[in-house]
């Protein structure tokens, strides 16, 4: 399997969701940057690469790095930085498998807390 | 040049256990004990940990890492092993190789014996180490249709032990590692976080190793003995 992260394939051509940073409101754009930056720290991954993750940028399932125990790092690490707590009711498929889905998730809850 | 000892450490039910210690040991004067992070996070750094003692040695210094009982090489039991007497293995280490100073890694922290001084790198506590351990323990068993809870295993810990991503701690050790927060200490300085650059590789979904950190960490030690 190759490293590379698993994208939609077209470029990162700004869409209403996923326009940066200028588009977005300015905590959602916070909380992305700090999003992506967990991200590289516990995936490993260039930063040039995460900055091209999209909303439907496969994550859990998708990317060779991140299993159970790397998933279970990166919401250990998300309610560290972030300053939020993480129920396992909150942890499904859907809020792991694509970049669009965590990030929503997690200004859910940064909003919430 | 790093080489393999063999060292007595103390077992929680009384007599020894001959474990293993990586050690660059040339019989000099400054002496630095290692205590190792725990369980994953022992593994994601190991390597890391050799190349910041590799480094030592080049500037003059002896180190020392020993196995704990029931962690790497050891043949003891992990689910005998308790905080407790993972302590008292620190302190017998420290003994043993004449150490001079100490360095902790992440958890290692809580094993710290009073008395030497020394750095802590990433100090944490118990309490989110098995966290993410719990967590990795529910996601395994959801992706499996089972249904688990961080509440339920941790009481189940605490009562009976349990397996957490491979590792099968006792009920003792499970409970004082969830009870045990980042501790405080007087005689170790922590390596400032920004004086390491990037993130720390405990975070890595994979073992690595960084050489600008290393070096990093390795000249605030050397720098701090050769002034001392």
């Known amino acids: 399997m190759d490293r590379e992260p698993v994208t939609d394939g077209t470029e990162n051509t700004p869409t209403e969701d996923s326009e940066a940073p200028s588009g977005l409101a300015p905590s959602r754009h916070a909380i992305d940057v700090q999003l992506r930056s967990i991200l590289c720290d516990v995936l490993g991954l260039d930063s040039d690469d995460v900055e091209q993750f999209d909303n439907d940028t496969g994550l859990f399932g998708h990317l060779p790095e991140l299993d159970s125990m790397a998933v279970a790092g990166l919401l250990t690490e998300m309610e560290d930085r972030m300053d939020i707590i993480i129920e396992d009711d909150d942890v499904d498929g859907e809020m792991l498998e694509t970049y669009g889905g965590l990030l929503t998730f997690a200004e859910a809850k940064v909003i919430e807390g | ?228």
């Open chain 2, 1 to 228: 040049m790093r080489s393999f000892a063999q060292w007595p450490a103390p077992l929680s039910g009384g007599g020894t256990s001959e474990e293993q210690a990586l050690t660059f040991n040339q019989g000099r004067e400054q002496r630095l004990l290692v205590l190792p992070a725990l369980f994953d996070e022992a593994n994601k750094l190991r390597r890391q940990t050799v190349e910041v003692m590799h480094r030592l040695d080049l500037s003059g210094i002896d180190s020392f890492l020993p196995d704990l009982p029931g962690c790497n090489e050891s043949a003891q039991p992990l689910e005998a092993q308790t905080l407790e007497s993972w302590r008292e293995t620190a302190v017998a280490a420290a003994k043993y190789f004449d150490a001079t100073h100490l360095l902790t890694i992440r958890s290692g922290a809580l094993l710290a014996p009073g008395g030497l001084p020394g750095w802590r790198y990433a100090p944490h506590g118990g309490k989110q180490l098995l966290r993410s351990m719990l967590r990795a323990r529910t996601i395994a068993a959801r992706e499996a249709g089972r249904e688990e809870t961080i509440a339920d295993l941790d009481a189940t810990g605490r009562a009976d032990g349990i397996e957490l991503a491979g590792w099968q701690l006792g009920a003792e050790l499970f409970s004082a590692l969830s009870d045990s927060k980042t501790p405080a200490s007087e005689t170790l300085a922590d390596i400032p976080s920004d004086a390491v650059p990037g993130a720390g590789l405990w975070l890595r979904a994979e073992p690595d190793e960084d050489p600008e950190q290393s070096d990093a960490i390795a000249a605030i030690i050397a720098i701090a003995l050769s002034e001392s």
